[in-house]
């Protein structure tokens, strides 16, 4: 293969066209969330809070409202001795999939920050022992695993390990399966932008990835295919330089108006 020479692929304008969203009502809707982690002290607000966040489409200009320090307190707040709390499975996994969302999304827009960098190599160590130590599949730390994951973990070339992926089972929510191709998408896009062009990711665990996207057949949301696709290509050497063109158009909110 070492004399078949490798195409250069630049992507010429815009990839999709402008969303249209009305950020004023949607960055209020995100500070709602942040001043309701931060303030209550009811479990079970700050449960149904949470879950709300990690079911949310977060776009760069509304990620960049939550601090992805509170989540990772009440993330901390789940764990004793390296274990999940008795009784907190499910807590600890939502909070999971909304911290990495948020934190995804500000280590694409800010990969130097210095206090992102320590937060995600804290979260690398903590969601790894957890996922080891715990027999229930939890989500939520196999997403934190793959924003916390760095190429100086791993071997050259190559892209979150085949291990990562393997206990997630098929059928996954919908809104669970959004949550994981954005953040594979965000993750692979972060790890394109400090290679060349030249550099191929081995993506070995692709294909159970594309399993899991396209379990339920004909009622495959498209923006799942089109991140699917997204991410083989930017694998293959597409560079995307913008992040926003990441984010498929849709007709959905970035924030629901419902927020209480």
């Known amino acids: 293969m070492e004399h078949i020479p490798l195409a250069v692929v630049e992507l010429p304008g815009r990839l999709f066209n402008e969303i249209a969203i009305s950020w004023e009502p949607s960055k209020a809707d995100a500070r709602c969330i942040s001043w ?16 709300f966040a990690a079911d ?14 509170i989540l990772a307190d009440l993330f901390f707040d789940y764990l004793l001795d390296g274990r999940v709390a008795a009784g907190k499975l499910e807590h600890v996994s939502a909070v999971g999939m909304a911290l990495a969302s948020v934190l ?7 990969p130097d920050r210095e206090d992102l960098k320590e937060l995600s190599d804290c979260l690398y160590y903590h969601s790894k022992w957890v996922s080891s130590s715990e027999p229930t599949f939890l ?48 993750t692979i896009w972060r790890w394109r932008r400090i290679q060349d062009h030249a550099t191929l990711f081995n ?15 004909d009622h495959i949301l498209p923006i799942l295919k089109i991140n699917c696709f997204l991410i083989i290509a930017i694998s293959l050497g597409l560079r995307i330089d913008n992040v926003r063109d990441l984010y498929a158009p849709n ?3 970035a924030v629901p108006s419902f927020l209480p």
């Open 56 to 69: 949310t489409i977060w776009y760069p200009e509304i990620a960049q409202v939550l601090s992805p320090h």
């Open 251 to 253: 007709k959905e909110c």
């Open 104 to 110: 995804s999304i500000q280590l694409s827009i800010e």
């Open 203 to 217: 993506f070995e665990a692709i294909e159970l990835i594309c399993k899991i996207f396209m379990a339920d057949g």
């Open 139 to 186: 989500l939520g730390m196999a997403i934190l695993r793959i924003v916390s994951e760095t190429p100086s973990r791993v071997w050259t070339g190559s892209f979150l390990r085949r291990g990562i992926f393997s206990n997630i089972p098929d059928h996954l929510p919908t809104s669970h399966k959004l949550c994981l191709s954005g953040v594979i998408l965000q």
């Open 36 to 51: 309701i982690l931060h303030s209550t002290t009811d479990a079970d607000v700050i449960f149904s809070t949470v879950r």
